[in-house]
Each structure stands twice: as C-alpha cells, then as structure tokens.
C-alpha cells in the first residue's frame, strides 16, 4: 500500500517562481516557497485484519473489491 498526495495549484504569476508561496510558507521571503506542504494520515485500522488484506489481497494480487478480505470473509 502506498499513499500518493497529488495537489495542483493555480499560477498567477507564471514564469515569476518567486512569488510563488503556500499559506504555510511562513519563513523569510528571502528562501524559495513552497516547502511548507503539510499532510496528516491517521491509521484507523484494526492491525489485524489490515495484516491480512495486505497478505491476502495485495501481496497475493487477489481483486478484493472493497468489501472481501481474501479470506473468505467480508467487511461492512
């Protein structure tokens, strides 16, 4: 499992990267913007069962659809 972050901005400015700044770019104007990108992931998954889905589904390249486990059993 792998998790992809894809974020498009809208350029204003085009071809003037200097002026380009996230919200969250608060550091001196002096440095280049756009490091400040920021993202949380929290893991609500009960361990096991996640265990499973990734032996059973992914790594045995099984279609699990988004309800069966790949072990006969099936969540809702």
Do not use: F
């Amino acid at each position: 499992p792998a998790i992809t972050i894809n974020v498009d901005y809208t350029i204003t400015k085009a071809n003037q990267s200097a002026n380009w700044r996230l919200a969250s770019d608060n550091y001196a104007s002096t440095t280049a913007g756009g490091y400040s990108a920021h993202a949380d992931w929290v893991n609500g998954w009960d361990e096991t069962l996640l265990a499973g889905i990734i032996r059973n589904c992914i790594k045995s390249r099984l279609d699990c659809h988004a309800h069966l486990t790949g072990d006969g059993r099936q969540m809702y």
